[in-house]
């Protein structure tokens, strides 16, 4: 059983930057796909960014991609997600989830944190 840990979220202002932290406990982090999912009111979770267990093989959403950096520190048991240039429709809940297999899908993910909110003001 793996426990997921978000944090760093927060008001930002459109254009500024946070840093994303989700720290792993209770399972072998090194052994999973590690990927970032996000939620605004009345809408579905979509996929953000994943990134393998070694940290070699990285995929972004559309939406993000070119503003955001997934990266993963396997001593420390930690995925970040560095999101950079903010706009107000990235305000969302960010989850961090954990998979055995490489998926854009939330279904394929095993594990969930609990969410961190993110609100960028315009």
């Known amino acids: 059983q793996v426990q997921l840990i978000e944090s760093g979220g927060g008001l930002v202002p459109a254009g500024g930057s946070l840093r994303l932290s989700c720290a792993a406990s209770?399972?072998?982090?090194?052994?999973?796909?590690m990927g970032w999912f996000r939620q605004a009111p009345g809408k579905e979770r979509e996929f953000v960014a994943r990134?393998?267990?070694?940290?070699?093989?990285?995929y972004y959403a559309g939406s993000v991609k070119g503003r955001f950096i997934i990266s993963r520190d396997n001593a420390k048991n930690t995925v970040y997600l560095e999101m950079n240039s903010l706009k107000p429709e990235d305000t969302s809940v960010y989850y961090c989830?954990?998979?055995?297999?490489?998926?854009?899908?939330?279904?394929?993910?095993?594990?969930w944190g609990q969410g961190t909110q993110v609100t960028v003001s315009s």
């Open positions: 209770g399972g072998t982090f090194s052994s999973y796909n």
């Open positions: 989830a954990a998979a055995q297999i490489y998926s854009n899908s939330a279904s394929a993910y095993d594990y």
């Open positions: 990134i393998g267990w070694t940290g070699g093989i990285i």
